[in-house]
């Protein structure tokens, strides 16, 4: 049976997982500070550090694991306390991670129609050491890349980018929050993000992955001094169990089929499917403009329709403007305004893939 409402939006949160809602209700029973010395402040650290190594295991991370409250906190203090001198970040970034570096005037690396970072362009920026930095400086340069782009489902070549800037003593930032807990987390990077909502944890709890702590310069308080507050147990712990309870693949062959045949009728239709352009485009995030239809009527006509779609990220999403990611991977003016984002989570169903094809269809038809 097909739900009276469809979710199609999990690239903007997904819902939680029974298990993770479980593990947090174990949280709320062990309130204590996890800092206190006494034996329930003990009891809680023991359980947090427990959460740590999960986490590490999960996601096969030899390295070390900041806990905070998301993404985007993580990609603060990443770039707020990384041991470089400036930094350079690819121009379709999460607006968090956008908007601080644009604060900070890191440099902006352009990126090809494919939505592929910039080889070129990169290793341009982060081989010329900014003037401060001295002669015998390491980690003159920090990169920041989307593993997968939160609009178009793109993949980067992280391997690639890695040897690049490996080659010239850069770190590597990669924002992992679209791939966590779906796709093997690049152990080429330096640092790391994750985000438990994204991959059905809770809302207002993530980490910033560290291969050495090393690379950040500490800041005083909680989580070995490199990152203040208190621990939200209850949200560690439902991150943890979260994310062991991703499977491989993320979404099934079976349930995805129905939009690969609506690929085809798009085409057919002149519409576009832009994964087809895409240099490794992902399954779970699809990006689709409907002809002779604005990505703003499509929203508002889908939710009256009962499912929930996008236009781009949720962050920008609202303002209803051309997207950002879409402008600099020079996707034409009338496809971008038309586009919409797809995305599939942990219980999408094959009836509920099937219903969005066929209102789709119904909508670009009429």
């Known amino acids: 049976m097909i739900p009276e409402r469809i979710y199609l939006d999990h690239a903007a949160t997904t819902p939680l997982r029974p298990e993770a809602r479980r593990a947090m209700e174990v949280g709320f029973d062990h309130w204590a500070n996890p800092s206190s010395p006494h034996a329930e402040g003990r009891k809680a650290r023991a359980m947090l550090e427990d959460a740590r190594e999960r986490v590490k295991a999960a996601l096969g991370w030899e390295g070390e694991v900041i806990f905070t409250s998301g993404a985007s906190e993580a990609a603060a203090l990443a770039l707020e306390h990384s041991n470089v001198w400036d930094e350079a970040i690819s121009a379709i970034e999460h607006d968090a991670l956008y908007a601080d570096a644009k604060n900070r005037r890191s440099a902006i690396v352009a990126v090809s129609g494919d939505g592929a970072l910039n080889l070129r362009e990169a290793e341009a920026r982060i081989s010329h050491a900014p ?5 015998t400086d390491d980690n003159c340069w920090l990169l920041a890349i989307q593993h997968v782009n939160s609009e178009t489902g793109n993949r980067q070549d992280i391997t690639q980018i890695s040897n690049m800037t490996r080659s010239y003593g850069a770190m590597l930032l990669v924002d992992c929050a679209q791939s966590a807990g779906k796709m093997p987390i690049p152990r080429e990077a330096d640092l790391a993000l994750i985000s438990a909502h994204k991959f059905g944890g809770p809302i207002g709890v993530g980490a910033l992955l560290v291969h050495d702590y090393a690379v ?14 208190t621990e939200n147990l209850p949200g560690i712990l439902g991150m943890a169990t979260a994310l062991e309870a991703c499977t491989d693949p993320y979404a099934s062959d079976e349930i995805m089929a129905p939009l690969d045949e609506l690929a085809k009728e798009c085409r057919k239709i002149g519409g576009t499917w832009l994964s087809d352009r895409l240099s490794d485009p992902t399954p779970y995030i699809r990006a689709v403009a409907m002809p002779n239809m604005s990505a703003t009527a499509q929203v508002m006509r889908f939710d009256m329709a009962g499912i929930a779609v996008s236009q781009g990220s949720a962050c920008s999403s609202g303002t209803m403007k051309t997207s950002r990611v879409l402008e600099a991977m020079q996707v034409e003016p009338e496809i971008a305004a038309n586009t919409i984002r797809v995305s599939l989570g942990w219980n999408t169903t094959r009836e509920e893939v099937e219903r969005f094809c066929e209102v789709w269809l119904e909508m670009a038809k009429a």
């Open 131 to 135: 003037e401060i930095a001295g002669p």
């Open 216 to 229: 950040l310069a500490p800041s005083g308080g909680q989580e070995r001094g490199y990152r203040r507050g």
